[in-house]
C-alpha cells in the first residue's frame, strides 16, 4: 500500500508539474532516462546480469525512431513502436551471444557487442556522423493530435512513462519475476528446481533492451535528434551510476538515481552561474565543465554512507522501524498477558 501511495504521490506531482512553471522538455528527458535505468536495473538489480550494452539498444531505437519521423514520415507511435521492437531484437541477438557467460565475461560480451555497434553507426551514412540525426520532427499522435506543443508531448510522455514503469512492477511481482529474483540469489537451486535458468535469462534481457529501446525512441521523439553519444558504452555506464545511486534492486531507486545524475548533467552550470554571482567567486562559473568530477564525488559518497543507494537505505532504514515498532508491540502484550 505504501508503494502504491508514493506512486501516486509522484503521479500526481509529475501530472501537475507544468502547471507550476516546471520546463516540460526537462522533466521529458528525465522520464526517458529513467526508464532508461529501469530497463538496466531489471537484468542487473533483479537478475544479476552486469550490461554495457544498453546503450546500443538505446542508440539504435533512437535513430531507429527518428528516420521513422524524419525520412519515411510515420506517426510517432509507430516510430515508437519500431525503437521498442528494434531494442528487443537486438537485446535478443546480444543475449544469445552472451547469456551463458557470467560474471565479467558476460559484461565484457556485451561491451565489445555495443561497440560494433557503435563503430558501425559512425561510418554509416544514415547517422549523420558526428552530426548525428537532426531535424526529427514530432508529427501527430495517430494522426489526430499534434505534438509540436511540448505541453501535449509531455503528458503524452508521462501516460507512457507510469504505463511503462507499471508494466516492470507487474513483471517483478509475476511468477516469473520471482523465478528470476530467486536465480539472482541462488543459481544452482533454480537450475535444480528443472527450471532452464538460460532462458528465463534471454526473456529478461530481450525485455529490458525492449524498455531501453523504447527509452530511446522517446528521447528522439522529444528532443528532436539522435546523436552518437546516444550509442557509446559510457551512457550504458551513466545508466548503471543510477541504479547504483539509487539502489539497486528497488522500485524507484533507478528513477531516483536519473533525477540526480540527469540534473546534475543539466542544471550543474546554471549552478555554478548562480554561485558564482552571488559570491563573486569567478571559479564557480567553472562548476559547469566538472559534471564527471562531481558525479564521482557523488557517487564516493554514495558508496561510503549508502552502500544499498539512496532508496534502499531508505527501504531499510523503514523496514528497521518496522521490526522495531513491531517488537515493542509484542514486549507489550506479553508484559499485558503477564500482569495479574
Not at 565489445?112 to 549523420?128: I, K, N, R
Not at 514503469?165 to 539472482?184: C, E, Q, Y
Not at 566538472?290 to 539512496?310: A, M
Request: charge should be positive; proline fraction near 2%; hydrophobic fraction near 55%.
Amino acid at each position: 500500500m505504501r508503494n502504491w501511495l508514493i506512486f501516486g504521490a509522484i503521479a500526481l506531482g509529475l501530472a501537475i508539474a507544468p502547471l507550476l512553471g516546471a520546463y516540460p522538455v526537462f522533466l521529458m528527458k528525465l522520464m526517458c532516462f529513467a526508464l532508461f535505468a529501469c530497463s538496466l536495473n531489471l537484468v542487473l538489480g533483479y537478475v544479476g546480469l552486469l550490461s554495457f550494452g544498453h546503450a546500443a539498444f538505446f542508440g539504435t531505437a533512437a535513430y531507429t525512431a527518428g528516420i521513422m519521423l524524419r525520412d519515411f514520415g510515420l506517426h510517432p507511435e509507430a516510430a515508437l513502436v519500431a525503437g521498442t521492437l528494434i531494442g528487443a531484437a537486438i537485446g535478443f541477438l546480444f543475449g544469445i551471444l552472451a547469456i551463458r557467460r557470467k560474471g565479467i565475461y558476460f559484461a565484457m560480451v556485451t561491451l565489445a557487442l555495443a561497440q560494433m555497434v557503435y563503430f558501425y553507426f559512425v561510418q554509416a551514412s544514415f547517422s549523420g556522423g558526428e552530426d548525428g540525426l537532426q531535424g526529427v520532427p514530432r508529427g501527430s499522435l495517430f494522426g489526430l493530435v499534434s505534438l509540436d506543443s511540448d505541453v501535449t508531448l509531455y503528458y503524452v510522455i508521462l501516460a507512457l512513462t507510469l504505463a511503462v514503469f507499471l508494466f516492470i512492477n507487474r513483471v517483478i511481482d509475476s511468477p516469473f519475476g520471482r523465478v528470476v529474483r530467486a536465480l539472482h540469489e541462488n543459481e544452482a537451486r533454480t537450475i535444480s528446481l528443472g527450471y532452464d535458468v538460460d532462458r528465463l535469462k534471454l526473456v529478461a534481457f530481450a525485455l529490458s533492451a525492449a524498455i531501453a529501446g523504447l527509452a530511446g525512441a522517446m528521447k528522439t521523439l522529444v528532443l528532436g535528434f539522435a546523436t552518437l553519444a546516444d550509442l557509446h558504452w559510457t551512457l550504458s555506464g551513466t545508466a548503471i551510476l543510477m541504479a547504483l545511486l539509487g539502489g539497486l534492486g528497488t522500485r524507484l531507486g533507478p528513477v531516483a538515481g536519473a533525477v540526480i545524475v540527469v540534473s546534475i548533467e543539466t542544471k550543474l552550470a546554471t549552478l555554478g552561474n548562480w554561485l558564482a554571482d552571488m559570491t563573486h567567486v569567478s571559479q564557480f562559473s567553472q562548476l559547469g565543465e566538472s559534471v564527471n568530477l562531481v558525479t564521482g564525488v557523488l557517487f564516493v559518497c554514495c558508496v561510503v554512507l549508502f552502500r544499498r543507494g539512496i532508496v534502499g537505505e531508505v527501504e531499510q532504514r523503514l523496514i528497521t522501524l518496522a521490526k522495531g515498532h513491531d517488537a515493542k508491540a509484542v514486549k507489550k502484550r506479553a508484559i499485558a498477558q503477564a500482569s495479574p
